[in-house]
């Protein structure tokens, strides 16, 4: 990520460990996510360990997405509670 708005130049590394929130917006995001393809595997029967194999690789691969649109939860969370 960039460390400042190319457009208006807002700076979004304000403090150390201020993405902290935007990980329990990952965790939902993750949830949201894999939850369908979890329940769909389920209910045709692939074992719980293939199940759990396939969500892990998928949301491996889907991490760095997440994590970037969290992080701008995060953003948007943080100026909804507390407006500068």
């Known amino acids: 990520m960039h460390r400042n708005c190319p457009v208006c130049q807002l ?11 935007a990980m329990y917006f990952s965790y ?3 949830i949201i996510v894999a939850l369908p393809g ?8 692939v074992s719980l360990v293939t199940t ?3 969500a892990f690789l998928f949301l491996a ?3 760095p997405i997440l994590v970037r649109y969290s992080r ?8 909804l509670v ?3």
């Open 28 to 30: 939902g995001m993750s």
């Open 11 to 21: 700076e979004y590394v304000r403090e150390p460990g201020y993405f902290l929130g």
């Open 72 to 79: 701008v939860l995060w953003f948007h969370f943080e100026q």
């Open 52 to 54: 759990f194999v396939i």
């Open 38 to 45: 979890v329940i769909v595997l389920m209910r045709f029967g």
């Open 82 to 84: 507390d407006p500068r």
């Open 61 to 63: 691969i889907l991490s």
